[in-house]
């Protein structure tokens, strides 16, 4: 059942605003009241059910909370909001211990959105807001969460007054509930413990320990505590240097300006600002100003650095306050990425953030990462607003999500781990070794951290004066010095760690001399063992190095010969070069290159004849990198992925290819495979909707991995939308059908290209497109529909991904024309006259309505209208009736007939044209009387086929002919014109005036009016002037003044009398003459005695005296000079 509206919020309490955290009081007040007033108009009651106003949860059990929207009056989707204060919004949040579903009703068109709480911990408790808006439309519900522990402890009575999540008296102060995040662990049963005095813990702890008890303790306003706790130690006293102390604290938001001001008793007194206990100096950021009492510090832009204890001083008295920096949420400007490495390779998760120097918190699935000591495993880095957490080496334990959380934000990557495998890229090749000469052994592996072991017919073989073993990158080497006979057998290199072995035969080659002197023919003597596969076939790696020993005997020493097709080798150094040994002819290729392959030739001759013997090497090499990656098509979270093979595959087969991807932008590549993956056709996968991906291919064959193919150019993977919705039928003809639906509820990130319509008869399958280009209206006519059958209908929404489901019809739509009577729709102003003036335009537009096309018939004054006067269009929905210019004879009475077959409408409007009216007629004076003349007149002739509205009269003087309106708008055909000047002739013009306005030229009077003179007397009443005179009297006598020694000062007084007494000042009984020191000034009896930089010698006894002949007066005041000393200073 719906819930009812919350009750008003107590006072002193902060309603969750209605708008988010930008809102005000007076807003959140008017978001109060709108949702109490059952009549109120500011929120819609969208809402069918809502949360209960206030829920009870038990610390460490489930909560859900449920609401239902009623859609069926919306235009569009509503959209819901879960929030909890003012501006946290818990969509963030979602995750495994917040979790938000979505369902919706066909049926009813309910909404119904949950959120669920898991594990429900004291940081939950506090105010929340469920907000859902619609278009124009919007609804708020307010609901509060308690949390109770399972065992109730009286302590939780006193922290729960600082548990918040929104702000209550203390508003502004940070609210840690965002940053304090409910692991998921299991816990283990605790043992009771004796109740612990949060206060008293405070009070003794030191401020380095204040978040970790906060923590302990789940207190989520610290800063309150601290404050009420600061409050509970001082000791008010009563200060005797300030009338005003400052606020016990201030709030402000990072980045804004705040202004602390104190009031003290004495102007004059010298402050001192301290932040911390020292002294601020003024500059650009901290203002320092004075205002008679009026101490103010004012702070721009404030930072967290700023957020601390101020105090003022005066003297030895002091006030104090605090201030608290709010900090804005921080966002997460840049999310993390996935990782995909083998075990042991090195993990970096990277993200960016709003604010440097900004809380991050790293999660392993559930729990908190903390960086240990003791350990080298992880490693966090900060680098502006760049957060960075490093996995040294990664492990099969380390497979799991990885999260990132800000106060105002989250993100997540997940790392994959595979077993590495290792790779021989070279084996060991077997040697044949002559007595004295050195054996080397070398292998490749795919690892260069592998390390290894060396066997002699499985026994382990130690290093030694002769015997050396070498671990170099990915190369080991045994190297065995001085070759004797007990170093033949079989040599053995076994990898730490792996099940996995390499072995090669050192053959020991003895040297036999023959003493019976003779001649033998030369002979090559080739070992077919060792490197090569076939008859005369030598395979080298390129970059290897390739030494050929051949044994050569024959008596006397033969010549050899090495020669390349047909270009002897005769170097004896360099890349390629030949050395001779006794008896031995070695060719050496430093560094294989793929021009090194071909066919040699060793050609060995002496007398007793010549020998000859061909080898063919062979240089493989990693394969050339794929070509042409390109992507083929892409799903919602996939994409289909071709290339072409390597155009050189190396000299050996490709066995399969290794695919990575990234996200463009990132610099960061997953590996997709780890086993060769041998087509050329790939669909990757797990891939997000709306993000551009980027991917490479390398070529894998017997030799190692050919270098990364181009990126192909960026994919995007996008779905189909879903199906339009609300396909209706519009308009139904006997060739076309006029459809119409909605957009798609689920668009995504392809966007949303056009539709196709498709029709097809009844009981058929095959479905013809109506439409050869796509349609971005959601309307559409289909066109050329036989009559009389029912046809098929439906829509299907197409982008880039390709096409939606179709939306289709209920039921088979029968093509043909629904006769509808006609009917005109003639506009309100019309049904009245309609007035015009001439040479306007006249443009008519009268919509009506009527299947099939009705036929419309114009008629003025019963007669057709003439074409050549009168235009007019007609189309299915209205006719036009326009005139370029109207005239006179365009007035008159239009009817609009309109029929379809035997019926018909009939709308008739009244036309009337108007213009200026003519002068009125025989205008004329009828009498004159004293200082009036009366006026009459005749209606024009002409009035401009409009109603007369009045006339205006002037008049004008015979001798200056200047003309005066003397009535506007006079009804009458008569008037009289009065205050007329005597003595003096008068004329008099008429306008005529109708809705067009006055006649375009007056008619004079036929007469005129002749203003006669008559006798006057002026009689001049008698007047007796008053007698003004008055002895000087002093209306404001001289006061006794103090003053400062070379500080300007005056005296004043006022005297009256007549006639203008002499004044005289004196000092001491003595006149004051011409003295410069002095200046005596008299404005309208207001007498003042100015003295300049009075000295103590001009202190005395003032007087000033008034005399005139009727008497004299005297006033007088003392005037004390003292002296300035530094007394009166303080």
Known sequence: MPEPVPEATPAGEDAPPANGAGSDADEDAEANAAAQEPGSTELSGLFVEKPPSNVVAVAGMDVTFTAKVDSSTLTRKPTMKWLKGKWLDLGSKAGKHMQFKETYDRNTKIYTYEMKIIKVVPGDAGGYRCEVTAKDKCDSSIFEISVEAAHQEEQADILSAFKRADAGEDEGDLDFSALLKATKKKKKPQKEEPEIDVWELLKSAHPSEYEKIA?????????????????????????????????????????????????????????????????????????????????????????????????????????????????????????????????????????????????????????????DKDSTKYRFKKDGKKHTFIIQEATLDDIGMYHAWTNGGHTKGELEVEEKELEVLQDIADLTVRATDQALFKCEVSDDKVTGKWYKDGVEVLPSDRIKMTHIGRFHRLIIDDVKQEDAGDYTFVPDGYALSLSAKLNFLEIKIDYVPRQDPPKIHLDTTGNMVSQNTIIVVAGNKLRLDVEITGEPAPTVVWSKGEQPVTETEGRVRVEARKDLSCFVIEGAEREDE??????????????????????????????????????????????????????????????????????????????????????????????????????????????????????????????????????????????????????????????????????????????????????????????????????VAVNVAGRSPPATLAQPVTIREIVEHPKIRLPRDLRTKYIRKVGEKINLTIPFQGKPRPVATWYKDGQQIDPKMVNVRNSNVDSILFIRSAEREHSGTYELVLQIENMEDRATISIRIIEKPGPPLNVRVTDVWGFNAALEWDPPKDDGNSEIIGYMIQKADMKTKEWFTVYEHNRRTNCTVSDLVMGNEYMFRIYSENLCGLSEEPRLSKNTAVIAKTGLEHKINPYKEKDMSCAPKFTQPLMDRSVVAGYSTAISCAVKGFPKPKIVWMKNKMIIGEDPKYLMQNNQGVLTLNIRKPSTFDGGQYSCMAVNDLGKDEVECKLDVRVFIEADKK
Request: hydrophobic content about 35%; glycine content about 8%.
């Open 215 to 371: 923590f302990t303790y789940g207190i989520t306003d610290l800063r309150g505590m601290l404050k009420r706790l600061k409050k509970m130690k001082e000791v008010p006293k009563h200060s005797e240097a300030f009338l005003k102390r400052l606020e016990s604290c201030y709030s402000v938001e990072k980045g804004k300006k705040i202004v602390m001001s104190c009031e003290v008793l004495d102007p004059n007194a010298q402050v001192k600002w301290l932040k911390n206990g020292q002294e601020i100096k003024p500059s650009a950021k901290c203002v320092m100003e004075t205002n008679g009492n009026i101490r103010t510090l004012t702070i721009n832009k404030a930072n967290l650095a700023d957020d601390a204890a101020y105090e003022c001083v005066v003297g030895d008295d002091k006030c104090s306050t605090e201030v608290y920096v709010k900090e804005p949420p921080v966002t997460i400007t840049k999310l993390m990425d996935d990782y995909h490495v083998v075990v042991g390779e090195r993990v970096e998760f990277e993200i960016e953030v709003s604010e440097e120097g900004a809380h991050v918190m790293w999660y392993f699935e559930d729990q908190e990462i903390h960086k």
């Open 598 to 795: 071909g066919n040699y030739t060793i050609c060995v001759t002496n007398p007793a004849g010549e020998d000859k013997a061909m080898l063919f090497v062979k240089i493989v090499d990693v394969p050339d990198p794929p070509e042409n990656v390109k992507c083929t098509g892409v799903g919602e979270d996939c994409a289909s992925i071709i290339w072409d093979p390597p155009k050189f595959d190396g000299g050996a087969p490709v066995k399969g290819y290794l695919m990575e991807r990234k996200k463009k932008g990132s610099s960061r590549w997953t590996k997709l495979n780890f086993d060769v993956y041998e087509s050329t056709t790939y669909e990757a996968k797990r891939m997000i909707e709306g993000i551009l991906y980027e991917m490479r291919v390398f070529a894998i064959n017997s030799i190692g991995m050919s270098p990364p193919s181009l990126s192909s150019k960026p994919f995007m993977p996008i779905a189909p939308t879903s199906e339009p919705t609300r396909l209706t039928v519009h308009d139904v003809t006997d060739s076309t059908c006029s459809l119409k639906w909605l957009a798609p509820e689920k668009i995504g990130a392809g966007g949303l290209d056009g539709y196709i319509i498709e029709y097809c008869k009844e009981g058929d399958t095959e479905w013809v497109a109506a439409n050869k280009d796509l349609c971005d209206r959601q309307g559409f006519v289909v066109r050329g529909l036989p009559v009389g059958e029912k046809i098929n209908f439906r829509v």
